[in-house]
């Protein structure tokens, strides 16, 4: 089955918007691109900002200045059913996983726009699980030493993908000790929202079913059974009591720098003491 691929060009349309993501190129689906426009009432040349594109985290109006390389692909619909119909198949069960993912992050979104700290201290402890079992512990212990020894560049590949998961768990555990601390740390949270989806759709698409075509039915299986006894044997990671763990430890190093900033301003404005009213 292929799928219609659109490089849309697009400027946000709200008149304040002063980010980066003013302007850019964003690669659609058709149907979805038809759902984004039909979603902004179907004003000609407009569409709705799909989740994650504006950098805020506001749904925007995307005013399309241009529309180029489309594109026919295979899309990943194909590899599923086909690996779906030969029994047990773990790259399938990584892809399930990916769309619970999917749902939180959307949920993450939802909870930065409501300011819910307190929700976000529960699901972001949630994917950080999810990293752990899954990424570290399905992908890079059982599934990685197989793609380095079958796959040709598969070092390198593992490389990249290691590479994705260490940063993931940094930005959650910043954004987590913020929330510790009682802040929403903005930038955080869109980092890791944009870069999930960005290394899922990379795995769905592209990793996954480059493994599936090189591992045999045996190796499929010993692959399926070892990602099942670190399921049975993993001891889920819990949010804990937010309050009750006091201030984060970089609550300490955000005031450090404060005082600093507060030194460099003073160092650099004529006549001694920067005035900070
Ligand atoms: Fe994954
Ligand atoms: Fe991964």
Redesign the pocket.
């Known amino acids: 089955m292929s799928k219609k691929i659109l490089n849309i060009s697009y400027e946000c349309a709200h008149p304040s918007c002063w980010v980066f993501c003013k302007k850019g190129v964003l690669k659609l689906e058709e149907p979805e691109f038809k759902a984004l426009s039909s979603a902004n009432g179907g004003g000609k040349g407009t569409f709705k900002s799909p989740p994650g594109a504006c950098r805020l985290g506001f749904s925007q109006t995307f005013k399309v200045t241009g529309i180029e390389n489309v594109e026919e692909r295979g899309g990943d619909e194909g590899w599923a059913e086909e690996a779906a119909a030969e029994g047990n198949n773990p790259l399938l069960d ?1 892809v399930e ?2 769309k619970e ?1 999917l749902k939180k992050l959307d949920a993450i979104e939802s909870q930065v726009r409501k300011r819910d700290v307190e929700g976000l201290w529960v699901t972001t402890a949630s994917v950080e699980n999810d990293i752990i079992l ?2 570290i512990k ?2 890079e212990e059982v599934l990685f030493p197989i793609v380095e020894k079958k796959i040709p560049m598969g070092e390198a590949l593992v490389g990249i ?1 290691k590479e994705d998961h260490r940063e993931f768990i940094a930005i959650l555990q910043g954004f987590r000790c913020g929330l510790q601390d009682g802040d929403i740390l903005d930038g955080l949270v869109t980092t890791l929202i944009v870069n999930l989806r960005n ?2 759709s990379k ?1 769905d698409e592209e990793f ?1 079913p480059m493994i599936d075509a090189h591992l045999d039915r045996e190796e499929k299986d010993r692959v399926f059974e070892a990602m099942k006894k670190i399921e049975k044997e993993h001891v889920r990671l819990t949010p804990g009591d937010r309050e009750k763990k006091g201030l984060s430890p970089l609550s300490e190093d955000r005031r450090r720098m404060d005082a600093e900033i507060m030194a460099l301003k003073s160092i650099t404005s004529k006549g001694g003491e920067a005035c900070c009213h």
Do not use: N
Request: charged share 30%; glycine share 0%; net charge negative.
């Open positions: 990584l996983e990916h993912v899954h990424s399905k992908e993908m290394h899922i795995e996954l």
